[in-house]
């Protein structure tokens, strides 16, 4: 079974720039998550899709993320413009969603390593 | 909102000892604590978990243990090997919230041959 990929690994741009991110999931896992590791600090929750719909977006830094995910399958978190401070890993997980819960384990990608110069 | 603290940050121990890490949450809600381990240059990946509804779960030479009532958990590896070396995660999940996982800082665990 092809696990989560995330596309592109690396990622160096300029600020005030755009960058788009993508995760394609473990196929049938209908929860998709997007997390972010800053500077070796903790993996924030960013937020949470449900197929194609956002369950929750509370760790949403600001209105320059914007994620989608049409159709239900991959992921895409677009940030625009970048600043200094959007440095860091971005990881996407998956997971089954099994009688309405959550609680199934979440398959992590190898994430997204973003540097803002 | 949900707080996850975790202890130490860094880890060296010599091959064949044990190593524990530990973790404390502040929302009694919290009923779902997975452990993730991230090798150099890998993806997290989920290595044991437990639900509030046990005290204490064990997979080989890895074990978790909960404590409800004073909030917290902690990872105990035992005869550690080289292999385990690695940046580990706590997180824990609140009640009814999605799937959302609220991580620690993380522990990077070093064992030294």
């Known amino acids: 079974e092809a696990g989560v990929t995330q596309f592109p690994s690396h990622s160096v741009i300029e600020k005030g720039q755009t960058v788009t991110l993508r995760c394609d999931p473990i196929?049938?896992?209908?929860?998709l998550y997007w997390y972010r590791r800053v500077m070796g600090k903790e993996i924030k929750f960013l937020l949470h899709?449900?197929?194609?719909?956002?369950?929750?977006e509370s760790g949403m830094p600001n209105n320059r993320f914007l994620a989608e995910r049409t159709g239900g399958t991959y992921s895409t978190l677009k940030v625009q413009p970048a600043e200094l401070e959007d440095s860091g890993v971005y990881f996407c997980?998956?997971?089954?969603?099994?009688?309405?819960?959550?609680?199934?384990?979440?398959?992590f990608g190898p994430g997204t390593r973003l540097t803002v110069l | 909102g949900e707080n996850v603290e975790q202890h130490p940050s860094t880890l060296s121990v010599q091959e064949g000892d044990s190593a524990v890490i530990k973790c404390t949450y502040s929302?009694?809600?919290?009923?779902?604590f997975p452990w993730y381990k991230q090798e150099l240059g890998k993806r997290p990946q989920l290595i044991i978990d437990i639900r509030s509804n046990v005290g204490e779960k064990k997979d080989q030479r890895i074990a978790v243990t909960l404590n409800k009532t004073a909030k917290h958990f902690s990872l105990h590896i035992t005869e550690t090997q080289p292999e385990d070396s690695a940046v580990y995660f706590c997180?824990?999940?609140?009640?009814?919230?999605?799937?959302?996982?609220?991580f620690g800082q993380g522990t990077e665990l070093s064992v030294k041959p």
């Open positions: 997180a824990s999940h609140l009640y009814n919230q999605g799937g959302k996982l609220i």
């Open positions: 997980a998956s997971s089954l969603r099994t009688g309405g819960l959550d609680l199934n384990e979440q398959f």
């Open positions: 196929s049938g896992h209908d929860n």
């Open positions: 929302d009694s809600a919290s009923n779902y």
């Open positions: 899709f449900v197929k194609e719909s956002k369950q929750d």
